[in-house]
């Protein structure tokens, strides 16, 4: 669960949470933009290897990376940052640790964005999580095929990565189904996640090319305001939500704005 991107370095460690498919190997881009005294860790899900319960909320998400945090870094300030699920975790796991009465250095949420008044809350159905995942990667498929046999259709998923030199290609049939559980779970999370008040600052990066999705459902900085009781500092990237740390020019950015606050 502990990925240490970096682990030399005598500053305060940035703790970076995982995104909604559990991995932390997105932020290892980071670690040449960040000064070379700051120790860099990934947070990554747990279950992803198949066998570990998976947590039931968001609380007891934050309770276990809290510990994994604590066994580098016993007391604050704390340096947290987060891309989409992520972001939202970073930010419980920051008003965790304010009502313990530990300092938060740095909070920085990467296009993340609390549920807005009419969101939907409901569990999500299994197969629509899975088949709007691999459609937008740009993978066909008979959803009738996904229906009959979601097992099979993933392994093809998985073909269909290696032939494209994906980042998740290598994995196994077994780790594509604990990816697959582990995604579903922290939608789940999210869809019920109503954020606590955060009495410190956020730093807010925004992704700038919405879908017509998010522009429907109103993804907007303004979520945020009402949650947090210092300033939120937008900084708008010319990227997609998918992107965002996928693309080393948007890796760079987000890493020489998180090291002028380091």
Not at 8 to 18: I, Q, S
Not at 129 to 149: I, P, R, S, T
Not at 200 to 216: F, N, P, T, V, Y
Request: glycine share 10%; proline share 5%; charged share 25%.
């Amino acid at each position: 669960m502990l990925l240490p991107l970096r682990a030399g370095g005598t500053a305060a460690p940035l703790f970076c949470l995982h995104p909604g498919g559990g991995f932390s190997w997105c932020y290892s881009g980071l670690v040449r933009h960040l000064g070379p005294d700051v120790p860099l860790y990934g947070i990554q899900a747990r279950g992803l290897d198949g066998r570990r319960q998976l947590p039931a909320t968001m609380e007891e998400m934050v309770e276990d990376y809290l510990a994994e945090i604590r066994s580098v870094q016993p007391h604050g300030p704390y340096r947290l940052a987060g891309w989409s699920f992520g972001g939202l975790s970073a930010y419980a796991l920051a008003t965790r640790l304010r009502a313990e009465g530990e300092e938060v250095g740095l909070l920085a949420v990467l296009d993340a964005y609390p549920q807005g008044a009419d969101a939907d809350t409901s569990d999500p159905v299994e197969h629509e999580v899975v088949a709007h995942n691999m459609q937008a990667m740009g993978f066909e498929f008979e959803m009738a095929d996904l229906l009959a046999d979601q097992e099979a259709v993933l392994l093809r998923f998985r073909e269909f990565l290696q032939g494209g030199n994906q980042a998740l290609a290598h994995l196994e049939a077994h780790d594509m189904i604990a990816l697959k559980d582990v995604y579903v779970n922290n939608v789940r999370i999210m869809r019920k996640f109503e954020p606590d008040f955060f009495d410190g600052d956020i730093l807010l990066i925004s992704a700038d090319q919405k879908s017509d999705a998010d522009r429907e459902n109103r993804l907007n900085v303004n979520l945020w305001q009402p949650y947090v009781g210092g300033r939120v500092e937008v900084r708008p990237i010319d990227s997609t939500h998918g992107n965002l740390m996928t693309d080393a020019r948007h890796v760079a950015r987000i890493g020489n704005l998180l090291a002028d606050r380091l």
